[in-house]
């Protein structure tokens, strides 16, 4: 599992849960980029964006926690 986070919110990404989708990319490329290191640069977009995306990922590999735990 790793880790990605701002000031608001802790994204966990379960590489073992993945079914490569590509929804996370359709949806926000900008945040998700297989040619990048880190993959995955949720500094990219707001909160609510990542939030939306998350919910849509099939597999259930992308998951979140809000910093405060209100989600």
């Known amino acids: 599992m790793k880790e990605y986070l701002n000031s608001d919110i802790v994204i966990k990404w379960q590489p073992k849960l993945c079914q ?4 996370c ?11 990048s290191k880190p993959w995955i640069d949720i500094q990219k977009a707001k909160t609510i964006e990542l939030i939306y995306q998350i ?3 099939p597999s259930g590999a992308l998951s979140f926690r809000t910093i405060n735990n209100q989600e």
């Open 20 to 23: 490569y989708s590509g929804i």
């Open 25 to 35: 990319i359709k949806i926000l490329p900008e945040v998700y980029s297989l040619k």
């Open 55 to 57: 919910k849509k990922c």
